[in-house]
Structure formats: structure tokens, C-alpha cells
């Protein structure tokens, strides 16, 4: 199969597009940006993520020098022991001759026995040999460290303009995302940023929230599922049902059947005609009050459902404030990391070559990205190398192969001619081309 027939993937080289990289739809100027960003430091995840590049090696380094550490360690106590049981010795036999009338003679003579088998212990010689070998590991380490990492990353990414207030914004939100709220309020506060209330609420309320999860009380959390009820079922979320359920599951625990009963026909009643056989099980539950353990719906007991619905709380809050369920930071970082290795390899084959690849248009090659960073999918034209838009959208030959509009229509001479598709001997006409919607 060509690699551009239309399974999904695209061309990584695009004229307008600036490189639209692996089918995830960053474009050249992202990849800088996040390279800056990275080189900026502004997430410990960078150095996670920069582990895993050389990881075996720099493991096994590692474990050497643990190894010989723990080593040297015990040796080291070890002569530490003897040193001190001598000196132990010779202060209870100087203790005893202090009781006697007998002199100095006897206390230099200790002290000479103690210097003779202090001598025969000789320290210095037992600790030389393995905390030599310690140098040599920590030695080792340091270089298979220095060649694991490149310790300037700047070449890889160009100056460009930053608007360092967003930047700023996106860092306190990122801290805000994870719940620490006096880290962002510090950062914001010295980068002499304007007033973060603005981003900081809505997050606060939501680990209030979690925090109130966590104790297993509920009541906050059905009082946020009940405000935003409408929106909520907009989206087919379930989360007000499991967390109604969660409630009527601690209530049959209490033993309270009558309770239990209550509670379902007011806030279970409603999701019956959707969710039926949820809540025949939770009715069978009425049956086992008291001994619900040894039912055989025991499963709502566990832990992981609570953890569930508070994962999906937080997935809902951020999609109702517009915020994606990962921090864009985590994301940025994580994905610069990925292509990192890839453009420090072209700046060097560059700067070998004595070209500046700073002032290209677009990347000689492409940065593939994992698929989980491949949020849309964009069609770059084989033929033009232009990118698909509303005024040149991409469209499929009989043949299967898909070149843009504009191509197609420059192929058959303004729609006025067949055409033979450029990877293939098919022929074709504009009438026989369907567009496509990505």
C-alpha cells in the first residue's frame, strides 16, 4: 500500500502547515516551544522522562555503585567496631589500674598495646581497597551520565517570542490542576503575575471535593452532580448515578433497609429507564442487609469504586471548565521529551554539515510522537505538500489514493481532462473523486 492512501496516516512534510509531526498535529513552531519549555525547566517530569532514554545502562551504572557503596559501608562499620572495642579495652584496664597505687608504669603500657593492635587493625589499609573501588564506580557513573545526557538542549529549539504572562498562567494552572495551591499562590505572586482567583477557584472546589471523597462523604459531591445535572447528561455522564449508588451502598452498611428504600426511590427512581439493571443489582442488595460481604454483591464494597468516581469527578470538572483531563504543561513536557532526542540529533548532523537548520521552513524529518498525543489527524498532500483545509480539503481517487482539491484539479487540466493518479496507473476523473472529512 502507498503510505499516503487514505489508512489514516499523512505526510509529516508540510509547506503551510510547518510540519505537522507523526499525525499528532503539532506544528514546527510547537515542537520549539516545547523544546523551550523544557530547557526551562519547568516540570521534574522532564528528568523522569529524560531516564528512560539510556535507562538500562544508567540502571546497571547505578546498582554498581550502590553495591559498592554498601560494600565500603559495611566495611567501614566493620573497622569502626574493632577500632572502638580496643579502645573499649584499654579504657577498663586503665580504669582498673587507676584503683591501684602501682603508678604510671602500668597506663603507658596499656597505651602502648592499644597503639601496637590499633597498628595491627590498620584502618586506613582496610577502608583503602573498597572505598577505592567506590571511586571507580561513582567514576564510571558520572561519565555513563555525562554521555547519557546532553547537557545543552538550547541548540535545539529556536528563539522565538514568548507572551510570558500566558506562560506564567499555564504554570499556576498546571500547580492549581494538582492541588497545590500555596506552591501556585507563591509562583504567581513572584512572577508578579495579575490576580489568580480566576484559576484557582474552580479547582480549589473540586479538591474540596476530593478531599471529602476521600473521608467517604459524598454530600459534597452529590451537591456538585446536582448543580450541573443538565450539562452533565449532555454528555452521557454517568457520574451521578455512581456516586447516588456509592451513597445507597453506605447506607444499606448501616443496616438501615427502610433508609435504604427511601433513598433509591428518590435519587435511584430516575435513572431506571436508562439504567435498569443497575438498579435491579442495587435492589437485590435489600435482600443481604446486614451481610452484604458475603453477597453476591460484595464487589460494591471495594475501594476501586470510589476511586473510580473520583477520577471521573475530576475528568467532569475539567471538561466543564474546558480544561483537558491531563495538564496541558504535563502533556507539552511529555511530548517534547519524546522528540527531543530526535531534533539534538539534527542539530548536530547539521552543524556537522555547517548548515543552520534554524532557518529551514520546515523539519528534513519527521518527530514521531506517541499515540497519545495524536489528538487529530491532519492531511498533507503528497503531491503539493500542502496541508488539507476547508478551501483544499483532501480527496479520495477511485483508486484509493487521496491528493488535495487543488492538486486534482491541476492533474486534470482545471476539471477539464482525465487524469492518471500519480502513485498508481488508475485513471480517474474529477466526478469520480469523493471528498473526505477528517
Same mark, same amino acid.
Given at each position: 500500500?502507498?503510505?499516503y #492512501?487514505?489508512?489514516?496516516?499523512?505526510?509529516?512534510?508540510?509547506?503551510?502547515?510547518?510540519?505537522?509531526?507523526?499525525?499528532?498535529?503539532?506544528?514546527?513552531?510547537s515542537?520549539?516551544?516545547?523544546?523551550?519549555?523544557i530547557?526551562?525547566?519547568?516540570?521534574? @517530569?522532564?528528568?523522569r522522562?529524560?531516564?528512560?532514554?539510556?535507562?538500562?545502562?544508567?540502571?546497571?551504572?547505578?546498582? #554498581?555503585?550502590?553495591?559498592?557503596? =554498601?560494600?565500603?559501608?559495611?566495611?567501614?562499620?566493620e573497622?569502626?567496631?574493632?577500632?572502638?572495642?580496643?579502645?573499649?579495652?584499654?579504657?577498663?584496664?586503665?580504669?582498673?589500674?587507676?584503683t591501684?597505687?602501682?603508678?604510671?608504669?602500668?597506663? %603507658?603500657?596499656?597505651?602502648?598495646?592499644?597503639?601496637?593492635?590499633?597498628?595491627?587493625?590498620s584502618?586506613?589499609?582496610?577502608?583503602?581497597?573498597?572505598? %577505592?573501588?567506590?571511586?571507580?564506580?561513582?567514576? %564510571?557513573?558520572?561519565k555513563?551520565?555525562?554521555k547519557?545526557?546532553? +547537557?545543552?538542549?538550547?541548540?535545539?529549539?529556536?528563539?522565538?517570542?514568548?507572551?510570558?504572562?500566558?506562560?506564567?498562567?499555564?504554570?499556576?494552572?498546571?500547580?492549581?490542576?494538582?492541588?497545590?495551591?500555596?506552591?501556585?499562590?507563591?509562583?504567581?505572586? @513572584?512572577?508578579?503575575?495579575p490576580?489568580?482567583?480566576?484559576?484557582?477557584?474552580?479547582f480549589?472546589?473540586?479538591?474540596?471535593i476530593?478531599?471529602?471523597? =476521600?473521608?467517604?462523604?459524598?454530600?459534597?459531591?452529590? %451537591?456538585w452532580?446536582?448543580?450541573?445535572?443538565?450539562?452533565?447528561?449532555?454528555?452521557?455522564?454517568?457520574?451521578?448515578?455512581?456516586?447516588?449508588?456509592?451513597?445507597?451502598?453506605?447506607?444499606?452498611?448501616?443496616?438501615?433497609?427502610?433508609?435504604?428504600?427511601?433513598?433509591?426511590?428518590?435519587?435511584?427512581?430516575?435513572?431506571?429507564?436508562?439504567?435498569?439493571?443497575?438498579?435491579?443489582?442495587?435492589?437485590?442488595?435489600?435482600?443481604?442487609?446486614?451481610?452484604?460481604?458475603?453477597?453476591?454483591?460484595?464487589?460494591?464494597?471495594?475501594?476501586?469504586?470510589?476511586?473510580?468516581?473520583s477520577?471521573?469527578?475530576?475528568?467532569?470538572?475539567?471538561?466543564?471548565?474546558?480544561?483537558?483531563?491531563?495538564?496541558?504543561?504535563?502533556?507539552?513536557?511529555?511530548?517534547?521529551?519524546?522528540?527531543?532526542?530526535?531534533?539534538?540529533?539534527?542539530?548536530n548532523?547539521?552543524?556537522? =554539515?555547517?548548515?543552520?537548520?534554524?532557518?529551514?521552513?520546515?523539519?528534513?524529518? +519527521?518527530?514521531?510522537?506517541?499515540?497519545?498525543f495524536?489528538?487529530?489527524?491532519?492531511f498533507?498532500?503528497?503531491?503539493?505538500?500542502?496541508?488539507?483545509?476547508?478551501?483544499?480539503?483532501?480527496?479520495?481517487?477511485?483508486?484509493?489514493?487521496?491528493?488535495?482539491?487543488?492538486?486534482?484539479?491541476?492533474?486534470?487540466?482545471s476539471?477539464?481532462?482525465?487524469?492518471?493518479?500519480?502513485?498508481?496507473?488508475?485513471?480517474?476523473?474529477?466526478?469520480?473523486?469523493k471528498?473526505?472529512?477528517?
Amino acid at each position: 500500500l502507498s503510505p499516503y #492512501r487514505h489508512r489514516g496516516s499523512c505526510n509529516p512534510n508540510s509547506r503551510k502547515g510547518r510540519d505537522s509531526v507523526g499525525g499528532g498535529g503539532f506544528s514546527l513552531s510547537s515542537i520549539i516551544i516545547i523544546i523551550t519549555i523544557i530547557s526551562r525547566g519547568f516540570s521534574v @517530569e522532564l528528568g523522569r522522562q529524560l531516564m528512560e532514554l539510556n535507562t538500562n545502562t544508567i540502571k546497571d551504572a547505578f546498582d #554498581r555503585v550502590a553495591k559498592k557503596q =554498601k560494600l565500603s559501608a559495611s566495611k567501614t562499620q566493620e573497622v569502626i567496631d574493632q577500632v572502638g572495642h580496643e579502645i573499649v579495652q584499654a579504657l577498663e584496664n586503665l580504669n582498673s589500674t587507676m584503683t591501684t597505687d602501682e603508678g604510671a608504669g602500668p597506663a %603507658k603500657s596499656i597505651l602502648a598495646d592499644l597503639n601496637k593492635r590499633l597498628t595491627e587493625v590498620s584502618p586506613a589499609s582496610q577502608l583503602e581497597g573498597p572505598q %577505592k573501588e567506590l571511586n571507580v564506580a561513582l567514576s %564510571k557513573y558520572g561519565k555513563v551520565i555525562e554521555k547519557a545526557f546532553i +547537557p545543552d538542549i538550547a541548540k535545539s529549539y529556536r528563539n522565538v517570542e514568548f507572551d510570558m504572562q500566558i506562560v506564567n498562567q499555564i504554570i499556576a494552572t498546571h500547580f492549581y490542576r494538582q492541588g497545590l495551591f500555596d506552591l501556585g499562590d507563591c509562583f504567581i505572586d @513572584e512572577a508578579g503575575a495579575p490576580d489568580s482567583s480566576a484559576l484557582k477557584a474552580p479547582f480549589l472546589e473540586m479538591y474540596q471535593i476530593l478531599e471529602e471523597l =476521600k473521608a467517604k462523604n459524598l454530600e459534597p459531591a452529590l %451537591k456538585w452532580v446536582s448543580v450541573h445535572h443538565d450539562r452533565l447528561c449532555q454528555t452521557g455522564s454517568t457520574l451521578e448515578l455512581k456516586l447516588h449508588r456509592l451513597q445507597f451502598v453506605e447506607i444499606l452498611k448501616k443496616g438501615d433497609r427502610n433508609e435504604a428504600l427511601k433513598y433509591a426511590r428518590s435519587y435511584l427512581a430516575p435513572f431506571a429507564a436508562v439504567h435498569m439493571c443497575e438498579i435491579q443489582k442495587l435492589m437485590a442488595c435489600l435482600l443481604w442487609v446486614g451481610r452484604l460481604e458475603s453477597s453476591p454483591y460484595a464487589e460494591l464494597l471495594s475501594s476501586p469504586h470510589w476511586e473510580e468516581v473520583s477520577a471521573e469527578l475530576t475528568q467532569e470538572c475539567c471538561r466543564l471548565l474546558g480544561q483537558s483531563y491531563e495538564s496541558p504543561l504535563y502533556v507539552t513536557i511529555a511530548a517534547g521529551t519524546q522528540g527531543l532526542p530526535t531534533l539534538l540529533k539534527l542539530a548536530n548532523v547539521m552543524a556537522a =554539515k555547517k548548515q543552520e537548520w534554524q532557518t529551514m521552513k520546515q523539519l528534513p524529518v +519527521p518527530v514521531d510522537l506517541g499515540s497519545e498525543f495524536q489528538f487529530h489527524s491532519i492531511f498533507v498532500c503528497p503531491v503539493s505538500r500542502d496541508q488539507g483545509s476547508e478551501e483544499n480539503p483532501p480527496m479520495m481517487l477511485p483508486c484509493g489514493h487521496v491528493l488535495c482539491k487543488q492538486s486534482i484539479s491541476k492533474l486534470s487540466k482545471s476539471n477539464t481532462r482525465i487524469f492518471k493518479c500519480p502513485y498508481c496507473p488508475v485513471e480517474a476523473n474529477v466526478g469520480n473523486c469523493k471528498q473526505l472529512y477528517f
